[in-house]
């Protein structure tokens, strides 16, 4: 008898472990998922190049370089720090992580059971003349106080929907870290592009004049030599020519010029107007060169590409 109660109380046993197992994969099965896994995409480590060596000199150099390390120009560094402060789309981009960061911490906190606490105190005044009197010497005044809490409410994530939701708030501020990193990026490009032409122009300029006045300098000796009888009169007329088509180009490049400015300000947030130069463009200092060669794993970082992939997470 004992050994047939032993039985039927292991059988009950193994029965509930049973169900309390076919219970847990059911409800793992049911979770919000899967995982996000990274496809495998091998690329060659250098590109197909029989030219280049297997080995960059430095393929992380050019790379691993700040923009005010590639950039001597103290004007332009100048002109970068202005835009990384004042420009529009800069902040636009910081505003968004801001927010992304703001919803990861609503999104998390639901986790969380809500909980709220009120407190309450009331004094009372006892008479001195009621049924039971107070003596004079006791205090009249009772106070009476008292601290509540509630809660409010609390979902027992079964389903890993809060963990979900977690995990994709939390892609989502790297997402918008990485498209500020990208509109940082831009941003100095845009505006070390826009300079270096400026300075372009500024020489394209000073060649016109020069130009100009040489061309100029031809007619008068021309003119002086028709006048003595040595040339002649279609060889005036083609050196005026020439000081016409000289002359055209310069109010053109000037034009440019001022665009190259108003662009240069728009991007550090400001009104059109002049710029200011620093070193002429001569003068320079050369950024590395780009060796051949260069591994495809420098591709991953690129900002917009480690954005895309975050998003790809949600």
Aim: with cysteine; proline share 7%.
């Amino acid at each position: 008898m004992p050994d047939r109660r032993w039985r039927q109380r292991a059988r009950a046993i193994q029965t509930r472990w049973m169900l309390a197992a076919v219970v847990v994969s059911v409800l793992s099965s049911c979770m919000v998922g899967p995982d996000y896994q990274r496809p495998a995409l091998p690329s060659p480590a250098v590109f197909r190049d029989t030219t280049a060596p297997a080995v960059p000199p430095d393929p992380a150099s050019l790379g691993d370089l700040q923009w005010f390390e590639v950039f001597k120009d103290e004007q332009l560094q100048a002109l970068i720090q202005t835009a990384l402060i004042a420009n529009y789309d800069l902040r636009d981009a910081v505003a968004r992580v801001n927010e992304a960061r703001a919803n990861l911490g609503i999104t998390r906190s639901e986790q969380f059971p809500t909980i709220a606490a009120s407190a309450d105190m009331t004094t009372v005044r006892l008479s001195r003349n009621g049924l039971t009197p107070v003596p004079a010497s006791a205090d009249r005044d009772r106070t009476v106080g008292s601290v509540v809490l509630h809660l409010l409410s609390f979902e027992i994530d079964v389903w890993g929907r809060l963990r979900r939701a977690t995990e994709a708030a939390r892609a989502q501020v790297l997402a918008a870290e990485d498209t500020r990193q990208a509109v940082l990026t831009t941003l100095v490009s845009d505006v070390a592009t826009a300079y270096f032409d400026l300075l372009e122009q500024d020489k394209e300029l000073e060649i016109a004049q020069r130009t100009l006045a040489s061309r100029q300098d031809s007619l008068r000796l021309i003119q002086v030599r028709q006048q003595g009888g040595i040339a002649t009169l279609l060889e005036v007329r083609q050196a005026e020519q020439l000081v016409y088509s000289a002359a055209a180009i310069i109010p053109d490049t000037a034009r440019l010029i001022e665009q190259t400015e108003n662009q240069i300000r728009l991007l550090l947030g400001q009104s059109p107007g002049e710029v200011p130069r620093g070193q002429p463009l001569t003068a320079q200092a050369q950024p590395p060169d780009v060796p051949p060669g260069l591994p495809s794993a420098l591709l991953e970082r690129r900002p917009d590409l480690r954005g895309s992939r975050s998003i790809l997470v949600i």
